[in-house]
């Protein structure tokens, strides 16, 4: 077994041990209202699917040295999962109240693992979405959602493959004309389905918990974010490495809360369309809009570190 296969086996048997020593701990202290209970194992069948997921990007596009793992991926594996649990922690809405539009849930924090992703390739994507996901929301004392985590994984996983081209700009033409065709067909089954139930909107303070209809701001908010992601690529058209990871941020979001959204069809029993329209429109909408705005800013920013340390 060659030693890039080793590394990415070993990061992935390390994240299902987190997930499951976290899950431990946390349905044995957290309140009944917000155990797994039944579908704690359901939940760990799809953690297993995307870890296979990540497992088979990995094999056919192995030969690539984005997937190296060195003592100074792992280190950014701990300092990214660290702060994205943190930062995911403490914009829940329970800490840092981030003003929201109209059932649009803002969380800037999603920005940490498309960042790491595209810097520091998609293991440390990976393992930065997922494990400070997990992290976070069991620092929220809400309960938590595994294959969601595990979303969010693919989330920073996707955002670091823009490694597999030698010329990012040839990519990204491609990359947005399927993120485009993923947020058309989303907008559509909002627009056929407009009464559905926004299932990701909290308002404790309302007792609203995911019970009331999708606002259409929040129904459009993937289209939004999607132009916003349009306007960053085309106007820093000579700053690739801008536009790389915005757009490749973008077709992972699209991808990892797809497959957290789709999970629940079977997880929480949901309608195809409930799951679309009521989990992926208002967690991706706003996911683009931040990455839209904050992804540029920390990749500019640390590129003008890089430069002035000479590296």
Do not use: C, H
Not at 65 to 88: H, N, P
Not at 270 to 298: C, K, Q, T
């Amino acid at each position: 077994m060659n030693r890039r296969l080793l590394s990415v086996i070993v990061t992935l048997v390390v994240v299902l041990v987190i997930f499951l020593a976290i899950a431990s701990i946390v349905e044995a202290t957290i309140s009944s209202d917000f155990k797994l209970g039944a579908t704690f194992v359901l939940r760990f069948v799809f953690v297993a699917v995307g870890l296979l997921i990540a497992f088979g990007v990995y094999y056919f596009s192995r030969d690539n040295k984005m997937w190296e793992v060195g003592t100074r991926q792992v280190v950014y594996m701990a300092i990214g999962a660290a702060l994205y649990a943190i930062f995911s922690f403490l914009f829940n809405g329970t800490v840092f109240v981030v003003p929201s539009v109209s059932q649009v849930a803002l969380r800037p924090a999603i920005a940490i693992p498309m960042f790491f992703g595209y810097t520091f390739g998609p293991v440390v994507g990976f393992f930065t979405g997922a494990v400070g996901n997990m992290f976070g929301d069991a620092l929220t004392g809400f309960g938590l959602s595994p294959q969601w985590s595990i979303g969010n994984g693919l989330i920073g996983l996707v955002s670091g493959l823009v490694f597999l081209f030698q010329d990012k700009k040839k990519s990204l033409n491609t990359v947005l004309i399927v993120s485009g065709v993923l947020a058309a067909i989303a907008l559509a089954l909002f627009a056929l389905n407009p009464a559905t139930q926004n299932k990701v909107y909290v308002n404790a303070a309302a007792n609203v918990f995911g019970d009331q209809p999708i606002s259409i701001i929040a129904g459009i908010s993937v289209i939004v974010g999607f132009l916003l992601v349009l306007i960053v690529r085309f106007a820093f058209g000579k700053r690739i490495d801008l536009g790389a990871a915005v757009t490749w941020a973008m077709l992972g979001n699209f991808i990892g809360l797809g497959f957290a959204a789709i999970s629940d069809i079977w997880i929480n029993g949901y309608p195809p369309a409930v799951a679309i329209v009521g989990e992926f429109l208002p967690s991706a909408g706003p996911n683009l809009i931040f990455a839209a705005i904050l992804v540029p800013i920390l990749v500019a920013a640390y590129a003008a570190v890089q430069q002035q340390s000479g590296r």
